[in-house]
């Protein structure tokens, strides 16, 4: 992932839909997508706790788009000197790689390194929901391999080994086909990003008079007012 540059807030709660954004609508620790997440939120996390440096709160470089489920196993936690020297810190997918400490062996995920270990162990990284999507995942990228393999097999067959009056439409198809793979290569961070994200967790732009309506009629009822 690439950060942007956001302009500045006092409340970094107002950067979640930059944050989604730059993170893919993915958390950042286990990956998991908003689209997979079901019943499982998004939080905003912030890499250093605030409670240990308040001075980076709304830091924007400060700030990691986590499901709920990780963002509670890491809690408060950060690594002091000794531990970070030892690779034990939650990786940064922002600044690495984490291929580079983690393989996947179908449902499970091992370790490379010492950091790959200490994450797995942070962030529960082999729990059952993950395990779940793993599965999917895989299967559904053999499909699609399978897909691409069949079209690239068709796409690489000769004009002259069609039928006369088949080579017309044939040619038509192969141009058609490398057109589209142009248009997919382009494409492919925004497809990504739209299957990534669930609309569910966009901005309501009417939540606001909701809940100045709702705050208007309760306090007339003299009812106690819960937060939204």
């Known amino acids: 992932m690439i950060r942007s ?14 944050l989604r954004f730059d993170f893919l609508y993915s958390c950042a620790y286990c990956s998991i997508m908003e ?18 440096f308040p001075q980076l709160s709304g830091d924007y470089e400060n700030l990691m788009y986590s499901c709920e489920k990780c963002n509670g196993l890491k809690g408060d936690f950060h690594t002091d000197d000794a531990l970070r020297k030892a690779g034990k810190y939650p990786i940064r997918v922002d600044q690495g790689d984490p291929d580079d400490h983690f393989e996947s062996r ?11 270990e200490f994450n797995i162990m942070l962030f529960d990284l082999n729990r ?37 009056d088949k080579r017309p439409i044939f040619a038509h198809f192969k141009k058609e086909m490398a057109r589209k793979g142009e248009e997919l290569a ?11 994200r669930s609309p569910l967790l966009d901005i309501d732009p009417e939540r ?21």
Do not use: V, W
């Not at 540059?5 to 930059?18: C, D, G, I």
């Not at 100045?212 to 309760?218: E, I, N, P, Q, T």
């Open 35 to 52: 689209f997979e997440a079901g019943g499982i939120g998004f939080e905003i996390d912030h890499y250093l706790p605030q409670e240990i």
């Open 208 to 228: 606001k008079n909701r809940i100045k309506k709702r705050a208007a009629y309760l306090k007339k009822q003299k009812a106690i007012l819960p937060s939204l």
């Open 106 to 116: 179908g449902e499970l995920l091992y370790h490379r390194t010492e950091t790959g």
């Open 5 to 18: 540059s956001p302009k500045p807030e006092k409340n970094y709660q107002n950067y979640r839909e930059q």
């Open 128 to 164: 059952k929901g993950l395990r779940r999507i793993r599965n999917l995942r895989t299967r559904c990228h053999g499909s699609i391999n399978g897909i691409i393999l069949g079209l690239t097999q068709l796409a690489s067959i000769k004009i002259e080994r069609a039928r006369k």
């Open 186 to 196: 382009m494409e492919l961070d925004q497809i990504l990003r739209e299957f990534a």
